[in-house]
């Protein structure tokens, strides 16, 4: 392996627990999604020294995910609901809420969440969480079948029953989700790691990375996909594509292409981006409208909302692990998990 990317994900993971650090402390009830959003964008850019003049170099790494209760994951806020204050909550005591965000140097992804609470009727599920994740570490390494990870993932959580508020839940896991094999600008690079049984016969190899996470959850595991839809990614195979455009959607695609390439991007980052070069307006374009048509045109790709049945909650603990001959490497670990 090029030595490069090791050193570029070693930068990653140095700055995604310094940030990862700092939101343990700062997130509490009484916040809005839009301020966690922007305490972990802004802490990224700082640590990293982003430059938008070289928005490739380094940086975030994918949209903020915020998922309260039922809510999984690929839910952040788009750039109206920042503007116009439309679906920003605000963090009550009773939630749990999982964070997921990247931290790139080169593309290279380091790619990890947690779960937070404040209400301790929930440690025991957080914690059940946090396990799975370091349960599902330990059956990684060089040979691992994929297949075979999955299988023991899914008896490690589904072994479990937790009460809270007196009711027993039999704990499920999120059966469609799965971690992924990561390499630069493909922060789904191929390889799956199940979190279920299935007849998957892949290995892990030396000198691969992956992001390991389960999904934890008091529901029935099944995902439900919502809109409004906030996460996009380029399609690798786009240039093979002789598709003629408009002016407003090539000058978007463009804007995609230099500042994202083929990592994952949110309509929330198009908007602010075209604010602050467009003489502060971007109501020229209608970005919603333009994304969906680049979607239609299979030029990009979206990533709806994921979500539980209602009522029920989800936790979410994923590190980054990096497979080496003498074992694994959890790049992303911290002290907080």
């Not at 455009?245 to 695609?253: G, H, S, T, V």
Request: proline letters at 3%; a negative charge.
């Amino acid at each position: 392996m090029n030595n490069n990317i090791l050193k570029d994900a070693l930068l990653g993971a140095k700055v995604h627990k310094n940030v990862s650090n700092k939101v343990y402390e700062y997130v509490k009830p009484g916040l809005t999604i839009k301020e966690i959003i922007d305490f972990i964008e802004n802490g990224v850019r700082e640590e990293t020294k982003y430059n938008n003049l070289e928005p490739l170099k380094c940086g975030i790494g994918f949209p903020i995910g915020i998922g309260i209760n039922n809510c999984v994951a690929h839910y952040t806020l788009n750039y109206e609901d920042c503007i116009l204050e439309n679906n920003n909550k605000i963090l009550d005591k009773n939630d749990i809420i999982k964070i997921d965000y990247g931290v790139h140097y080169n593309g290279m992804i380091i790619d990890s969440a947690f779960t937070l609470c404040f209400d301790e009727k929930y440690n025991e599920f957080i914690n059940l969480s946090k396990e799975s994740t370091n349960y599902a570490i330990k059956q990684c390494g060089v040979d691992a079948i994929l297949g075979e990870v999955g299988e023991t993932i899914e008896e490690f959580i589904k072994s479990h029953e937790l009460t809270i508020d007196e009711k027993t839940y039999n704990i499920n896991v999120m059966r469609d989700l799965s971690g992924h094999m990561i390499k630069p600008f493909e922060i789904h690079a191929g390889k799956a790691v199940p979190n279920i049984k299935i007849k998957y016969p892949l290995r892990m190899n030396e000198n691969e990375f992956y992001a390991i996470e389960p999904f934890i959850t008091t529901g029935n595991g099944i995902s439900i996909l919502k809109e409004p839809k906030s996460h996009y990614m380029l399609n690798k195979d786009y240039e093979n594509k002789n598709t003629k455009l408009k002016k407003e959607d090539e000058y978007i695609l463009s804007l995609i292409k230099s500042n994202y390439s083929t990592m994952p991007f949110c309509q929330k980052w198009l908007g602010e981006l075209i604010y602050s070069i467009n003489n502060n307006n971007q109501n020229d374009y209608n970005i919603t409208q333009i994304l969906n048509k680049l979607e239609y045109k299979n030029i990009i790709n979206s990533y709806p909302p994921i979500y539980d049945i209602e009522g029920s909650i989800v936790a979410q603990h994923e590190h980054t692990i990096y497979i080496t001959d003498k074992g694994v490497l959890n790049m992303s670990k911290n002290k907080n998990y």
